[in-house]
């Protein structure tokens, strides 16, 4: 996959017990069946009622554990999701982590002022570019919510962009039950064909319902669009401690993932193997004080992502984000602590990398930070060889107690494979002062700066781009 190893060694690590699994899933089977789920679509409706399960109060779903049972037992462990000239790009099913931007910020903190703004459909283009040029990120998502567009049309443009602007996968979300329609065209348009986006996806539907119990009818039409066509979805239903689900972790997490659940059985009911990616089911938390939805607090714990890992199936967290007003010290802990806890809890895909301000405010330069620390993570978590070529005893015999190793060729050979920063300084305080005195956050910037004005991804062909224009809505 795309030349480098995205296998963690940390990330295998099981945080609950099997029993402590064996609970929460129960609990999970017995919240779908009483109080049971609300769907707002009579096509979902009529295939849970066709499957056997209890439909009353007009929406109301009581699903019986068999029907989640062999929904799980369908469902595909292994996925393979491509680039947009499709060449294998991100596979889920052996313990691989990558890592992209969230979505639809409503602000930013411009690169060349400093100052926050309103984010524009440039903002868009230009995180897209910094996504294709870093080399630890993997798919992108829009990262900001364009004030510059209309509202009936700012999602389809923000697809031309992400088409456009990046090679890598995308992850797109929608409010309406045409978005991933519309998403889905356009994808078809750069891959050839409806057909050949289903042999070789190069993008994920992301879909949000308002809590694990209620799944609305828009966000139901967009998982049944994309199941019967093959198409992967991430399902994640609002969980958030304290609103919508019990401040307890262990309830919170069973109920978020009886709300995922509830959403895979009916892909599956849509189409038998259609691809399903977990949620991290207890990913919210709320500060009571403040009344703000937090992206990094430690109180959730690190067993969310042990639920999906049981059943064997992808996992969609959270990372790389920061409650922080701006990219300064806090931003960059809270982006190192949350990509850690993400990488260790053996999430497969971790977005939100740049947001700041409880997501809405996204940052480029924060961006480009977490690129440097998902490379550190990469190199930390690969794992040691140990070999007998690797002790080096013949060496360390020659060397004797009196030698050193500084001009011994397996010094010279292996010095190259050492991880190298590009942000994190390393030299002497007088090195340093002669290079200017710059801050982890300036270096930041320029770097963020330079890609987006020198980096380019291949351009599509010209029928390509014209048709995404067209499905796009774009101006002439």
């Given at each position: 996959?795309?030349?480098?190893?995205?296998?963690?060694?940390?990330?295998?690590?099981?945080?609950?017990?099997?029993?402590?699994?064996?609970?929460?899933?129960?609990?999970?089977?017995?919240?779908?069946?009483?109080?049971?789920?609300?769907?707002?679509?009579?096509?979902?409706?009529?295939?849970?009622?066709?499957?056997?399960?209890?439909?009353?109060?007009?929406?109301?779903?009581?699903?019986?554990?068999?029907?989640?049972?062999?929904?799980?037992?369908?469902?595909?462990?292994?996925?393979?999701?491509?680039?947009?000239?499709?060449q294998p790009a991100m596979s889920f099913g052996g313990g691989e982590c990558w890592f992209g931007t969230g979505s639809d910020c409503l602000h930013i903190y411009d690169p060349d002022s400093g100052l926050r703004r309103r984010a524009v459909l440039q903002d868009v283009v230009h995180a897209a570019r910094l996504v294709d040029a870093l080399p630890n990120l993997d798919f992108l998502m829009s990262m900001f919510l364009p004030s510059d567009v209309p509202s009936e049309s700012y999602e389809r443009r923000q697809m031309q962009v992400l088409l456009?602007?990046?090679?890598?996968?995308?992850?797109?979300?929608?409010?309406?039950?045409?978005?991933?329609?519309?998403?889905?065209?356009?994808?078809?348009?750069?891959?050839?064909?409806?057909?050949?986006?289903?042999?070789?996806?190069?993008?994920?539907?992301?879909?949000?319902?308002?809590?694990?119990?209620?799944?609305?009818?828009?966000?139901?039409?967009?998982?049944?669009?994309?199941?019967?066509?093959?198409?992967?979805?991430?399902?994640?239903?609002?969980?958030?401690?304290?609103?919508?689900?019990?401040?307890?972790?262990?309830?919170?997490?069973?109920?978020?993932?009886?709300?995922?659940?509830?959403?895979?059985?009916?892909?599956?009911?849509?189409?038998?193997?259609?691809?399903?990616?977990?949620?991290?089911?207890?990913?919210?938390?709320?500060?009571?004080?403040?009344?703000?939805?937090?992206?990094?607090?430690?109180?959730?714990?690190?067993?969310?992502?042990?639920?999906?890992?049981?059943?064997?199936?992808?996992?969609?967290?959270?990372?790389?984000?920061?409650?922080?007003?701006l990219f300064d010290t806090q931003a960059a802990a809270e982006a190192a602590l949350s990509l850690f806890a993400a990488v260790t809890s053996g999430a497969n895909l971790v977005q939100n990398v740049g947001y700041l301000d409880s997501a809405l405010t996204g940052s480029l330069e924060l961006m480009v930070l977490c690129?440097?620390?998902?490379?550190?993570?990469?190199?930390?978590?690969?794992?040691?060889?140990?070999?007998?070529?690797?002790?080096?005893?013949?060496?360390?015999?020659?060397?004797?107690?009196?030698?050193?190793?500084?001009?011994?060729?397996?010094?010279?050979?292996?010095?190259?494979?050492?991880?190298?920063?590009?942000?994190?300084?390393?030299?002497?305080?007088?090195?340093?002062?002669?290079?200017?005195?710059?801050?982890?956050?300036?270096?930041?910037?320029?770097?963020?700066?330079?890609?987006?004005?020198?980096?380019?991804?291949?351009?599509?062909?010209?029928?390509?781009?014209?048709?995404?224009?067209?499905?796009?809505?774009?101006?002439?």
């Amino acid at each position: 996959m795309t030349g480098q190893n995205r296998s963690f060694a940390g990330s295998s690590r099981p945080w609950l017990s099997a029993k402590q699994l064996d609970l929460l899933h129960a609990a999970s089977l017995k919240i779908m069946e009483d109080p049971g789920m609300r769907f707002y679509s009579q096509e979902a409706l009529a295939l849970f009622r066709k499957a056997g399960a209890r439909v009353s109060d007009g929406n109301l779903v009581r699903i019986p554990p068999a029907l989640t049972e062999k929904a799980l037992s369908s469902a595909p462990r292994e996925l393979i999701v491509y680039d947009r000239g499709g060449q294998p790009a991100m596979s889920f099913g052996g313990g691989e982590c990558w890592f992209g931007t969230g979505s639809d910020c409503l602000h930013i903190y411009d690169p060349d002022s400093g100052l926050r703004r309103r984010a524009v459909l440039q903002d868009v283009v230009h995180a897209a570019r910094l996504v294709d040029a870093l080399p630890n990120l993997d798919f992108l998502m829009s990262m900001f919510l364009p004030s510059d567009v209309p509202s009936e049309s700012y999602e389809r443009r923000q697809m031309q962009v992400l088409l456009e602007e990046s090679s890598k996968p995308i992850v797109f979300c929608g409010l309406a039950a045409e978005s991933t329609r519309q998403a889905v065209e356009m994808a078809a348009a750069v891959a050839g064909g409806e057909q050949a986006l289903a042999r070789r996806p190069f993008v994920l539907n992301y879909i949000n319902t308002p809590s694990a119990l209620r799944h609305n009818e828009e966000s139901v039409s967009r998982l049944l669009y994309a199941a019967q066509r093959n198409l992967p979805t991430i399902y994640a239903p609002g969980n958030c401690r304290g609103s919508t689900a019990p401040m307890s972790v262990a309830a919170m997490t069973a109920l978020g993932n009886a709300g995922q659940l509830g959403g895979l059985v009916l892909s599956q009911l849509a189409r038998e193997g259609s691809p399903f990616v977990l949620n991290q089911p207890s990913v919210g938390a709320l500060d009571m004080r403040w009344m703000r939805d937090l992206y990094v607090s430690p109180d959730k714990g690190p067993a969310g992502c042990d639920l999906a890992r049981r059943y064997g199936l992808p996992v969609f967290a959270s990372g790389g984000a920061s409650d922080a007003k701006l990219f300064d010290t806090q931003a960059a802990a809270e982006a190192a602590l949350s990509l850690f806890a993400a990488v260790t809890s053996g999430a497969n895909l971790v977005q939100n990398v740049g947001y700041l301000d409880s997501a809405l405010t996204g940052s480029l330069e924060l961006m480009v930070l977490c690129d440097e620390i998902v490379g550190w993570l990469r190199r930390y978590l690969r794992g040691v060889e140990v070999s007998e070529e690797s002790l080096c005893l013949r060496m360390i015999r020659e060397a004797g107690p009196d030698g050193d190793y500084l001009a011994a060729e397996d010094t010279v050979a292996r010095l190259r494979e050492d991880w190298l920063p590009e942000l994190f300084d390393r030299s002497s305080c007088e090195s340093w002062a002669e290079e200017g005195k710059t801050t982890l956050e300036q270096r930041a910037n320029r770097k963020a700066r330079r890609l987006i004005a020198e980096h380019r991804a291949a351009p599509l062909p010209e029928p390509a781009r014209a048709a995404l224009a067209r499905l796009a809505g774009a101006p002439a």
